[in-house]
């Protein structure tokens, strides 16, 4: 039986405890996905070329080459990627600098964790010359004891790098640690290497919901229904 949340009745009684919280920026904590998975359609619009719907969903996985490829051979662009993307670093800084908000909930979880001493960490693919300034306007740095990017570690979320360094500088064990996260990616990495993993659900990873509904320890719509399973450790 389900709660009108969508949280089962057995997901309430079986609670997940947790001494240290792992977070996701983009997708997880900030709605800021969208973003990301425009940046070449807003590029094309710009240069006056109407990109086929739902490009990005179909490209922005691809590798440098599959994309240079694929803008050269189907809108002409000799220098493809490059020359789209040379715009991406000031439209990256001004959003995160003037639009990126929260997900809703999402931070008072964060203060909520805060107020019940779960040490948290924030692991994320983002640079920090980009989301530090979303982080100071939001006034959410704060509520990190570690913030960590996968090029401090050298490795994307296909390796469990950034999670590993994360945890070991909170001080805890990997069986007192929970990953928040959206990627699909990401979530299968944490799986594979032993974390307790909480899926958030995020529009841009709609075609793989069902897997990371399966994948993950628990999945959640939304942040007022981790409440409901989540029992930070004494």
């Known amino acids: 039986m389900c709660t009108d949340n969508g949280v089962s009745e057995s997901n309430r009684h079986d609670r997940i405890r ?10 997880t904590i900030l709605d800021s996905m969208s973003m990301w998975r425009t940046l070449l359609e807003d590029a094309l619009l710009r240069k006056g070329i109407s990109p086929e719907p739902f490009m990005s969903l179909n490209v922005w996985a691809k590798n440098e080459e599959f994309k240079e490829a694929y803008l050269s051979e189907r809108y ?3 220098s493809g990627l490059k020359e789209l993307s040379a715009e991406f670093p000031d ?9 990126a908000m929260p997900k809703p909930g999402a931070v008072e979880f964060l203060s ?8 948290i960490a924030l692991a994320t693919a983002t640079p920090l010359k980009y989301m530090e300034s979303a982080l100071d306007r939001l006034d959410i740095k704060r509520y990190f004891d570690v913030i ?6 050298g490795k994307g979320k296909s390796s469990p790098d950034v ?3 994360s945890r070991e500088r909170l001080g805890v064990d990997k069986d007192e ?3 928040f996260e959206d990627a699909n990616y990401a979530i299968n990495t944490a799986k594979k290497n032993g974390y307790t993993v909480i899926a958030i659900d995020d529009y841009w990873q709609f075609r793989k919901r069902q897997e990371n ?5 628990r999945f959640i719509y939304n942040w007022s229904e981790v409440y409901a399973f989540i029992e930070p450790a004494q």
Do not use: P
């Open 148 to 153: 960590l990017t996968t090029r401090d570690v």
């Open 213 to 217: 509904m399966s994948l993950a320890d």
């Open 18 to 27: 947790l001494k240290g919280a792992i977070f996701d920026l983009d997708g």
């Open 91 to 99: 439209r990256i800084s001004s959003f995160y600098k003037e639009k």
């Open 177 to 179: 640690a929970v990953i």
């Open 76 to 78: 002409g662009f000799s």
């Open 112 to 119: 909520y964790l805060k107020q019940s001493g779960v040490k």
């Open 163 to 165: 999670y590993d360094v």
